[in-house]
Nanobody, 124 residues
Framework: VQLQASGGGLVQAGGSLSLSCAAS???????IGWFRQAPGKEREFVAT????????VLGPSVKGRFTISRDNAKNMVYLQMSSLKSDDTAAYYC???????????????????WGQGTLVTVSS
């Protein structure tokens, strides 16, 4: 599978933005994660969603503000971001891991396929 993230842009603090991750093939076979990387910082876990979308986990810095969802019929995964802060400024990446279970993963090394990043800039 190949992944393509989109939807990044410039937004004011307190605003909202929705990112999309499009897969080239059947996404229902994959656990999907979102990560982000700010300049000079490590790539950070943001969110993950199980194959069927029944389980989600959000990173502590985005919990309560971000939502992850998926539409397997469209081979799409979404990251809805609200109450954005300047600290959310980063390149956002979606990643996939083939799975046969309902497990979810939050480690960078758990994922084998990465899309290119989409840049989110939050102005204060």
């Amino acid at each position: 599978v190949q992944l393509q993230a989109s939807g990044g842009g410039l937004v004011q603090a307190g605003g909202s933005l929705s990112l999309s991750c499009a897969a080239s093939s059947r996404i229902s076979d994959y656990v999907i994660g979102w990560f982000r990387q700010a300049p000079g910082k490590e790539r950070e876990f943001v969110a993950t969603i199980s194959r069927a979308g029944t389980r989600t986990v959000l990173g502590p810095s985005v919990k309560g503000r971000f939502t992850i969802s998926r539409d397997n019929a469209k081979n799409m995964v979404y990251l809805q971001m609200s109450s954005l802060k300047s600290d959310d400024t980063a390149a956002y990446y979606c990643a996939a891991r083939a799975s046969v279970t309902g497990a979810i993963y939050s480690g960078r090394d758990d994922y084998t396929v990465w899309g290119q990043g989409t840049l989110v800039t939050v102005s204060s």
